[in-house]
């Protein structure tokens, strides 16, 4: 989507710094996706501590096991 923004010259040129973009598109797409990234991570840390019981490594591999002969696979 193309779109006009006007960016203030000392925020732009920081963003290009620290995200070591090459272009101002790079630089703009790359700090959106790491907001998003962030906010998606806040997100599920609210959920930690409750739940009430995870799955064990061994239940896990279990299951993939049980899963993959369903599917033909090992």
Same mark, same amino acid.
Do not use: C, W
């Given at each position: @989507?193309?779109? +006009? ?9 920081d *963003? =290009?710094? =620290? +995200? ?6 790079? *630089?703009? $797409?790359g *700090? ?12 599920? $840390?609210?959920?930690?501590? +409750?739940?009430?019981?995870? @799955? +064990?490594?061994?239940? =896990? @591999?279990? @299951?993939? =096991? ?9």
């Amino acid at each position: @989507m193309k779109t +006009t923004v006007d960016i203030p010259e000392n925020v732009m040129k920081d *963003a =290009l710094r =620290l +995200t070591r973009a090459k272009t101002k598109r790079d *630089a703009v $797409v790359g *700090a959106m996706q790491e907001y998003i990234r962030r906010e998606k991570l806040a997100k599920l $840390v609210k959920h930690l501590g +409750t739940f009430d019981k995870f @799955m +064990t490594q061994e239940e =896990l @591999m279990d @299951m993939r =096991l049980e899963r993959g002969k369903y599917r033909g696979s090992h």
